[in-house]
């Protein structure tokens, strides 16, 4: 941690309204999730935010969101003043990443009685695959499948209605969250393997300028350095994701 506080113009410049007003992903259960008994938001991206406040000397304000799209837009528009999102270049416009913090793997679901056996097969003509809409999965997706079918929905609970209820013959998403439903339903299949591995990082409003951004990268490699992101991980009892290693730029 620095042993002091960073110049009042950098903390001006990342949080205009003299609190940090972090934007809080509900959708990555990996990095947020609310408590079944406060309703209080809790995990990795909250941890950090929180640090980054104390380390800014401002008190913060968490703005909660159930799909990383609409959390994504909240620093897009400056209603937010620091953000959690996946890295990807259809995200780049308006905002100023740090370097990743975590590793996420995405991967794919399928019926257990799917003659889809690995990855290679799910990008066929005549496949389709259900994604969250303006997930990490969807603006990858769009990328990369040329012969498949993606039908976009509105949440990851969407997306498994639709694998189940026979409307897509795959579901994509958070590696972790899909295991825990092929353990809690025989007649679901996990792929081996990954599609994706998606970086998580930090961001802010393109606007806040190269001091703000700089500030914010030089305490998410702190907080990589120091542990702090894999002892959250570990705290919160999250699997299927590690802390991303230091940067070497």
Known sequence: MPASLPPSSV????????????????????LAGRDAGSGEPFGVSVDLARAFANELGLPI?????????????????EKADIGFFAIDPARSEGLRFSAPYVLIEGSYLVKADSPIRDNAHVDDAGTRIAVGLGSAYDLFLTRAVSNAYIDRVSD??????????????????????????????????LLPGRFMVIQQAMGLPAARGDAAAQALSDFVERMKASGFVADALARHGIAGASAAPPSSG
């Open 11 to 30: 903390r001006q410049d990342i949080a205009p309204s003299g609190v940090l007003r972090a934007s809080i992903n509900l959708g990555n259960p990996i």
């Open 61 to 77: 304000e968490l703005l909660v969101f159930e799909k990383a799209m609409k959390s994504v837009e909240a620093v897009k528009t």
């Open 156 to 189: 990851a609970d969407a997306v498994r209605e639709a694998l189940q209820a026979g409307r897509v013959e795959v579901a994509a998403g958070i590696r972790q969250l899909l295991e825990s439903w092929a353990l809690g339903d025989a007649a679901l299949r």
